[in-house]
Each structure stands twice: as C-alpha cells, then as structure tokens.
C-alpha cells in the first residue's frame, strides 16, 4: 500500500515515540546498571552514567549461583513452551474440526482454571506434587505452568484454527491426505503465528513467574531465576539496587533474543489469498 | 472430605517418620552436645541438612559458605545445603513445609516473633541444647529473653540483633544550622529537623505509607511517649494519653518528610538519608555500609542516637526485630541440625557471617563483640562509638512481640502488623487529619478482635 | 460455525469415519482434560472446602464454620470496598490496555524503519518480572532522586515533586497505567500475529469502494480481529481481576485501603492474617463474580458471533 511521504514520516515518529517511552524504565534499568554504586542515588538524578562500570554483572556472574539458576530457568522454559505448543495445538485442533458430546463445555470449563487466585491454588498444589514424589523437582513447575498457559493457548490457537477455511483441508483430504496429514500441511502453517503467539506466551510466564516456584521448588540446584535472584537480593531491610538491576538486565536478554528469532515466523503467513507481510 | 482427610493422612503418615527418627537421635543428641560440638557422638551415614534464611545477600552468601565448608570439614559424612527464601513469601513456603513436612533443618534471621508464634502451635523444637552449647554466659545479659516461652524452653536463640530504628543525623548539617547536642526529646528533635530543613534537605524521612515499616515505627513512638500497645498481661492498652501524644506529634513532623514518605517503605527510608536527602534518618546499621559504598561524601559526618523520647526521663526504647535461629520439630537428624545451628555461632565463621552486614546486624554475644577479630573491619573501625551503642540498645531492644521484659510473649505480632492496623492508624491521624483519640478507639477495638482470632 | 465433515461409508465392519474421527477429537483434546482434572480440580475443590472452616494456615488445622466466613465478608466492611477497587482497577487498566494494544499492533504492521527492534522493545514491560518493574518503577517515581518528577520540573510543568503513590487519585490512577504499561503488550502479541493473516484483497477491496484509512479499519481489521480480541478481553480481563503482585508491590494497598483490590485481600488473609479458611472464602466470592462476568461475556459473544 503506497502512503504520502508525510504520513510515513509521522507514523515513524509516532510510533517510535511511544516505543521509548515503553522502553524507558529498561533503559534506566541498563543505563544503573552500568553506574558505581555511588551515582545510585544521585540528586539530581543522571541519565547517563558518569563513570561506566561492568562490576555488577561481573559480581552477579561470579559471586552469586545466577548461571545456575539461568540454566534451570532454561530448562524449565522451554520444557513447558514445547508441552503446552504439543498438547494445546492438539487439543485446540479436537474443538474447532471434532465433534463429540461436551466439547463446548469442556471449552468454557477450561477457563476455570483461571478464576482462582493463586494464592489459594498454591498449597493443594504443593501436597499434590509431596504425594506424586515431584516436590522440589523442576517437574513441578513443568506441570503448574502448563495448566496456567493450556487455556490461553486453546482459546488463541482456537479462534486462529477456526479463522482456516474448511475447504483446504477437504481438498487436501480429497486428495488422498490423512486427517493429521491434513493437519500438519493445512493447519499448522496458517495457525503458525497463533502457535508463535502461545509459544512466547508460555515462554514468558514459567520465565518470570515467581509464586510456585518459591513454595515448589526450595533447592538451589533446581531453583530458576525469579526466586533465585529475588530472594538473593531483595530482603526487606537490604536490596542490593546495583545487583538487581545488573540481574534483571540479564534476565530479559534471552526473552529478547528469543523473540527476534520468533518474531520473523511471527509475521509470516501462508498459504492462498495472500498475506500482508 | 476425602482430599483434606488425605492430606491429613499424608502429614500424618510422614510426622510419625519425622518423630521416631527423633527420639532415636534424641539418646545421641544428650550425649553428643554436652561437650562445645559433640561431634564424635554422630551415626555415620550420609546426612544432608538443609538451611533456610531469608538474608543472602552476595557477602551474606560467601560467609555462609564458608561456616558451610568448616562445618563439613569438622562432620565428613554432613552435607549442608543452604536455601534462599524470603522476607516476604516465608509465610506462604512455611505453610506448605510443614503441611507437607518437607522441613528444613535450620532457619535463620527470621524474627522472633515467627519463631514464637511456631512453637506455640507446636512447631518447633526447643533450642536450649542449643543456647548450652554455645554458652549461655557468653551472651549479652537477656539476649535470650525474647525467646522464653509459655512452658519455660526457649524457642529459639538469636543470630544477630539489629538495632532497627536508631536516629541517624549529619553532623555537618548539625553545625551549619547551630545545634550543638543530638536531640534528646521529640521538641528538641522537631526543632533541628526545622532548622536543618532547606535548600533542597528534608528533616526526616519518616514513613507513612500502609505497609509494616509504619507499623512498626509508630510502636517505638508511642513507647517513647511512655505508652504501650499491650499491657504486660496483653490487654489491649493503646487507647491511652501517651499514644495519642505519639501519634499527633508523628503527624506533626509530616511536614518535615518528603513529599513521597506517604509511601516510604525501608529503602525509601534508607535511601533518603544514606544519598543526602534528608538531614535524619531512622535506620540500622546499614546506613554505614550504604554510605561508605553510595554516598562516601558524608561518611564523616554521620552519627547515630537512640531515637528521641516525648521527655528526657522516658526510657529508651530500640526495636530490634531479633533475627531468630529456629528447628523445626520432627526434623531428621535433630543432633547435628542442633549442632549446626550452635556452630553459626562460633567464630571465626560467626564473624565473618557479622561482617557481610557490619553494624546491621550485630552479636548476640558479648564475647565476640568484645573480639578483636570483630572489631578489626574498616566499618567498625570507622565508627566504634555507633556500633557499640546499637550492639547495646538492640540487645536490650524490644518488638511487638515482647514490648519491655515484663511483658508475656505476644504470639499475635506478625498477623496484627500483617494487617495494617497500626498503618492505618497513622495514616488516617498523619494524611487525613483525624482526631488521635477517636482513631485510636477504633484501633482497640481492630486490635481485640485480632488478639480473639 | 458448524463443522462439516467428510461423510464417507463406513469401513468394512468398523466405525463409521464420523465416530472414528470423533474419537481421534477426543483422543486429542484428553491430555489437556487429564492436566486439568488432576492440577486444578482438586485445589479448587480444597479451596471451596477450606472456606467452611476456620484454618490456622502454618497448621492447616481448624474447626468448622459452615457459611460464617461468607456471612462475616459480605456482612463486614473490607470485602465491598475491595470489590468496588478491584472492578475500578480491572475496567481502567483493561480499557487502556486493549486500546493501546491495538493502537501498537496497527503501527507495528507498517513498514517502519527498524521494525524488529521496535516490536522487541515494545515486548519488554511485559517480559520484565513483575517484582523488579514495579522497584524499578518506584524508583522513577521517587520524590527525591526519582527520574519522573525530575524531568517535569525541568519541563516547567510542575515545581514540587508529585506524590505519585501515596495520595489519590493519583494512587489508583499510577496503578492503573503501570498495569496497562505492563500487560499491553500480550494484546499486542496476539493482535499483531492475526493481522498478519488478514488476506491483503479485504483491503484492496475496501479501497476500491471508497473507504479511507479509518473506514478500512473498521469495515476490515476489526471485524477481522474480533475472534481474537473477544479471547484476549476475556483472559485479560480475568487476569487483571487477579493481578496481586502489582498492585501490592507499588502501593501495599494504600492510602489508607484505597487501592486494596480483593487479592490482595485474600493474600493478607491467608498468610498475613493466617486464616486459610477466610481467605478461600473471599476467593470463592472472587471466583462468582468472575464467574458471572466471564458467562455474560460469552453469552454476549456467541450471540453476536451467530449473528
């Protein structure tokens, strides 16, 4: 679509403006980091650091347990990201192409899961996973986290499958395809950007989630980055400002990184009647 | 019924593991601790003990790993895992611990008052095997007051004292606006923080905002104006004369704090002082490690002061929250949990463990407070007066939980300052305007009902 | 949308292709109702069973007390107020969120120049955790070295520092922003993956019959985006409903309760106050008010979807 010069130019700067006002809190997050911890507190403050200094990250990599933690972290992520892309894209494919009795309800149903508090949720849970024998394992938080992100990611993966016109697949079925072989050709390439949309979803939650991992997990060896980091350096009397914000700085990096890689399948579509790239 | 008569029969079924294994160490645990460590006493299979503190900060941690390490030197078949938890989420993984009884076997820096209000609801072991083998001459006199309990055991000891909410003021504002003498009485102080005010400097940075800082605060005041929030047999006595004077005189020196204290919180507070905001501050010894690595500019012009008082022949009065060692009860291998807790204490490890937070948190016992080892630390060297003066007032301090020595142990502490009744209290006399007396009416009243549960 | 499938005879002494496929349906969706009853039915079950006593939560020991702790919330002063707070936070930070979200989405579709980093930026407050954005966001807002006031005196637009947390309105209003701060950008997420897959022809087509840039966006985009904006409504307006973390950390409730939304009411009653028992009421209570909205809400939206 061809636009008139000026509004390209007044779209850029719209657009770019509410991005670094989105981002600044990182930006001051990155640029403390960097700063001795004598300019901490400053009167006025400064945006940009007097002396640049790379002690923090270099204390959080070297004095604390964090590449362990960033490890677990890792593990528990990724584990959660594939289970809940497998079990949801299959169950959402069941409630938009199946029939069989209760499929609307058990659709509304799974939203229940998201009604209580988790404040509430949080102990039963944890004599569930002592009586399973998976307290303080990373399994744990494996399967907590996917019965957070599962309804999100059958609702999202829903409403995209349901958007896929019929007549692909029953020309590819016509054609001789199996129902999964319709599945993996049809269906998974135009619900794909739903599919990435989940992905980062869960990626994001088991990332950053805080609660369940402090009462699941108690030991060093499997515990992730949020309660690693926090309860290292967050007490109430004490929070060690330079640290945490070399920390957290460490922490985003991989979410960024992993969505710039996504974010190109994010954006692409396929399939016939074109797409708006 | 049948999920909460399973989960009953889980906790059950596993206290009963818990408690054979107890009483059969209980014989060697006679034995072993009456020499300083006993461990000659120990069975010889691989144990694994597991310690919880919510204090882990990077220099916290190296201490602790190196108590650690001398530990399993002096035990070879003992692995000791130490685990992070928090000041804020403890009661969340407390409750599913010992709902499930997956216990650790030492917790440190928790207040005492968790530690009471455990062992009241038949929580903990008793740590007096503990404080024998430490000595109990070694500690300061009373250090282990706040831990007695209703049936005469001590529920736990202390790892530290923090002398949390001392008045810190800048020498060099003090000189430049003409006073001569640290305030002793609250007239004295509002008037220095009057003239110290200006060009960019606050007084004080008092905390107003609904979170337990305030809380805890507004109990040294009223103390200070000779009242109680208790009496010694736990009545609700808050309604009194002395602590509307507190509380109108802390209304009154909101004008003094700046513009965001309505939400001060610890840091806000810390902070305020420590960057040269404002010319008082109300803190522990942190202020001093802050300063030197912060602000290093006004490291020679700070000082500390026990907190004003309405009038000079008040007492005193310090709050330390007394970081705690607790055992759960019905813990595996209850000789050596015990042993270990009693080795946290011992030096040389015991004061590398003081020096990671020097001047915040201080010594339960006299002996190491008097040790040169101690004392030889740039912190402490820097400031002898101010340490010794908090390691004094923190060790005859007082909290919510154990108002002054006479009072009985007050096992709801945690839940009344968890619900933000004495914040609020401040918050409607300080930000409203209400009238003291009326507000603290309504207090009693929110306070009887907590204390009836 | 009623599914048509295959009709085809039914294999020789089989079932037929309609219950074989929709046994594979079931097949496919059984792992997901496996995790659910097992994780989430029993601690929602527990959860109602628990509001009947009164528990002492380190213990999880109590007595029974049948329907006191509903008649003691609904009949007392703390659960009304926070019903009003939390129905106030949830309908502004849900408005702005949604509006900014597909406002972001839109401008991230075009062809700006470094695209990629603008949408990875954009993604950020939602990536942070929660816990150090709201530090990180204190510290902006800090009377004395905070970076907000400091720029808006230099501005000229203010001369003394702004109380952002401590005072309403401004309390409940800076809560409101940080959360559509921090959660807009899963509307974004979810708007932006859709509009790739909008057929650029609806476009064309619009164009060709006259619509301008706003007539294209809702004779087009939206109703295009209305599958997946009724989900994101939903979930967000759940989430948003419980959000604790936020709000506790920022503003601890205050001043004096008026930003107590109800979880933060059920986490001070289960381990602040420790009574269990009380706090599974208050989030039973929660849940039927959720309840109610969420089946309005879809009832409304398969009415407007058969439409």
């Not at chain 1, 809190?25 to 990155?30: F, K």
């Not at chain 2, 999920?3 to 206290?15: H, L, N, P, Q, Y």
């Not at chain 2, 030096?347 to 020096?355: A, D, E, F, R």
């Not at chain 2, 010594?363 to 190491?368: A, D, H, M, S």
């Amino acid at each position: 679509m061809t636009r008139r010069p000026a509004a390209t130019i007044a779209i850029n700067l719209v657009t770019w403006a509410i991005v670094l006002a989105v981002a600044m809190p990182l930006l001051w997050m990155v640029v403390t980091s960097l700063k001795p911890q004598s300019e901490l507190f400053r009167i006025p403050p400064t945006l940009i650091p007097s002396t640049v200094t790379f002690e923090h990250y270099w204390r959080v990599l070297t004095e604390t347990p964090f590449l362990l933690y960033f490890r677990n972290s890792m593990i528990l992520s990724v584990t959660t990201t594939a289970v809940v892309v497998v079990i949801g894209t299959l169950g959402a494919y069941s409630l938009v192409r199946f029939t069989y009795p209760g499929r609307e309800t058990l659709a509304g149903l799974v939203l229940f899961t998201y009604l209580l508090p988790s404040v509430v949720l949080i102990i039963p849970l944890y004599l569930l996973m002592v009586s399973l024998g998976l307290a303080n394992t990373i399994a744990s938080l494996v399967i907590a986290y996917t019965t957070f992100a599962l309804p999100y990611a059958l609702w999202l993966l829903r409403s995209f499958m349901a958007g896929i016109p019929e007549d692909l697949e029953s020309a590819a079925l016509v054609d001789g395809a199996s129902r999964i072989g319709a599945f993996v050709d049809i269906i998974l390439p135009q619900a794909l950007p739903g599919i990435i949309s989940t992905a980062l979803f869960t990626f994001i939650l088991s990332w950053n989630e805080y609660l369940y991992a402090l009462v699941l997990v108690n030991s060093d060896s499997v515990r992730p980055l949020t309660t690693g980091v926090m309860n290292m350096l967050i007490a109430s009397f004490n929070i060690e400002w330079s640290l945490l914000m070399a920390a957290s700085v460490m922490m985003s990096i991989p979410l960024i990184v992993i969505f710039a890689f996504l974010q190109s399948y994010l954006t692409s579509g396929f399939g016939a009647g074109g797409v708006k790239g | 019924m049948t999920e909460r008569d399973t989960a009953m029969k889980m906790s059950a079924g596993f206290s009963r593991r818990g408690v054979l294994g107890g009483l059969g160490l209980a014989g060697v645990a006679a034995a072993g601790l009456a020499g300083p460590l006993g461990g000659r006493a120990f069975a010889q299979e691989a144990i694994t003990l597991r310690w919880w503190s919510p204090q882990s900060a990077p220099l916290q941690l190296a201490a602790y790993k190196a108590q650690i390490a001398a530990f399993e030197a002096a035990h070879p078949n003992v692995t000791v895992v130490f685990e992070p938890t928090s000041d804020e989420g403890y009661p969340a993984q407390f409750a599913a611990a010992f709902a499930s009884k997956q216990l650790p076997h030492v917790v440190t820096h928790l207040p005492s008052f968790a530690a009471q209000t455990y062992y009241a609801q038949g929580l903990l072991e008793p740590m007096d095997a503990v404080i024998e083998a430490v000595g109990p001459g070694n500690y300061f006199p009373g250090a282990n007051d706040v831990y007695k309990t209703g049936d005469g055991k001590f529920c736990g000891t202390g790892i530290g004292n923090t002398a949390a909410d001392m008045l810190w003021i800048r020498k060099d504002l003090m000189e430049k606006a003409g006073i001569a003498e640290i305030p002793v009485t609250w007239d004295e102080l509002r008037a220095a923080c009057q003239k110290m005010q200006g060009g960019g400097i606050y007084g004080a940075p008092l905390p107003y905002g609904l979170n337990s800082m305030t809380s805890l605060i507004i109990i040294g005041f009223i103390h200070r104006a000779g009242g109680e929030i208790f009496t010694p047999d736990l009545e609700v006595a808050i309604d009194s004369q002395a602590a509307a004077d507190a509380l109108e005189f802390y209304a009154s020196m909101r004008e003094l704090c700046p513009a965001g204290a309505t939400n001060y919180s610890w840091g806000e507070s810390l902070t305020g002082f420590v960057s040269g905001a404002t010319a008082t501050g109300i803190y522990g010894g942190r202020v001093l490690g802050n300063v030197a690595a912060q602000n290093p500019g006004i490291a020679d012009f700070i000082t500390c002061a026990t907190y004003p008082r309405k009038s000079a022949d008040i007492p005193a009065w310090t709050f330390n929250d007394f970081p705690s060692i607790f055992i759960p009860k019905g813990v595996d291998h209850l000789a050596e949990a015990q042993a270990l807790a009693a080795f946290l204490l011992t030096p040389p490890g015991y004061i590398q463990q003081l020096h990671a937070a020097p001047g915040h948190v201080l010594p339960v016992l006299e002996t190491i407070a008097k040790d040169p080892a101690y004392l030889a630390n740039p912190i402490i060297e820097k400031y002898p007066a101010e340490v010794e003066l908090m390691s004094v007032s923190a060790a005859s301090g007082n909290n919510l939980g154990f108002e002054t020595a006479k009072h009985k142990p007050n096992l709801k502490a945690n839940e009344i300052v968890a619900s933000n009744v004495l914040a609020e209290m401040v918050q409607r006399t300080s930000l409203n305007g209400e009238d003291a007396k009326v507000v603290l009416g309504d207090t009693a009243k929110k306070l009887e009902a907590l204390m009836k549960g | 949308m009623a599914t048509t499938t295959a009709r085809a005879a039914p294999a020789a002494g089989g079932l037929t292709l309609d219950r074989r496929y929709a046994l594979l349906g079931v097949l496919l969706i059984a792992p997901t109702v496996l995790v659910f009853c097992a994780v989430i039915v029993y601690p929602l079950v527990s959860a109602l069973y628990l509001s009947l006593f009164s528990i002492y939560t380190p213990t999880l020991q109590g007595g029974f007390v049948g329907l006191d702790n509903y008649a003691a919330l609904l009949a007392g002063g703390t659960f009304w107020p926070a019903l009003a707070n939390t129905l106030i936070w949830t309908a502004g930070t849900l408005s702005l969120q949604i509006v900014f979200g597909i406002a972001l989405a839109l401008l991230l579709n075009e062809n700006i120049l470094f695209r990629s980093l603008a949408r990875s930026l954009i993604l950020f407050p939602y990536f942070v955790s929660t816990v150090v954005a709201v530090l990180v966001w204190r510290w902006l807002f800090n009377d004395l070295y905070g970076l907000a006031n400091h720029l808006l005196m230099l501005g000229g637009i203010i001369d003394m520092p702004v109380d952002w947390l401590g005072r309403m309105p401004n309390a409940m209003l800076s809560v409101i922003v940080i959360g559509a701060w921090k959660y807009f950008p899963f509307v974004v997420i979810a708007v932006l993956a859709r509009l790739q897959t909008i057929p650029e022809q609806l476009y064309e087509a619009a164009t060709i019959d006259g619509a301008g840039p706003v007539g294209r966006f809702f004779d087009v985009t939206l109703p295009q985006l209305r599958e997946v904006l009724a989900v994101v409504i939903l979930l967000r307006a759940i989430w948003d409903f419980k959000e604790f973390d936020l709000i506790y950390l920022l503003t601890g409730g205050g001043p004096l309760n008026h930003t107590r939304t109800l979880p933060l009411a059920v986490y001070q009653e289960a381990f602040g106050l420790n009574r269990m028992g009380m706090a599974s009421a208050t989030a039973v209570l929660m849940m039927l008010v959720m309840l109610v909205f969420m089946l309005a809400y879809l009832r409304r939206a398969a009415r407007a979807g058969a439409k």
